[in-house]
């Protein structure tokens, strides 16, 4: 069975940093694409980040370019979600994803897997 399992997310100030990891249990992450989304209370998903299969291609929601970053370790096989300068707009469940079949990556939810989410909380 195939699942992903993210970690990390917890209780950040503004200003603070944040690495989120997703791990696979079940399957082998490395050729796959994978993104990264959000959901605010009251909102809808939101595509965060994503990287592709290869690593040779990413991208970033214009609300967290210059301030997140994606990589992936592959002898891990995990993927990161490296968030800095964390506002409270940025508060939410963060949930990673992944597909096989999407060449590059994209910010949209049309990934065949997903994991169950991990709550970034933003207080002071």
């Known amino acids: 069975q195939v699942q992903l399992v993210e970690s990390g997310g917890g209780l950040v100030q503004p200003g603070g940093s944040l690495t989120l990891s997703c791990a696979p249990a079940g399957f082998e992450l490395n050729h796959y694409a994978i993104g990264w989304f959000r959901q605010a209370p009251g909102k809808g998903r939101e595509g965060v980040s994503c990287?592709?299969?290869?690593?040779?291609?990413?991208d970033y929601a214009d609300s967290v370019k210059g301030r997140f970053t994606v990589s992936r370790d592959k002898a891990k096989s995990t993927v990161y979600l490296h968030m800095n300068n964390i506002g409270p707009e940025d508060a939410g469940i963060y949930y990673c994803?992944?597909?096989?079949?999407?060449?590059?990556?994209?910010?949209?939810?049309?990934?065949?897997?997903w994991g169950q989410g991990t709550q970034v909380t933003v207080a002071s």
């Open positions: 994803a992944a597909d096989a079949w999407i060449t590059n990556c994209v910010l949209r939810s049309e990934y065949e897997y």
């Open positions: 990287i592709s299969s290869g690593d040779d291609y990413t």
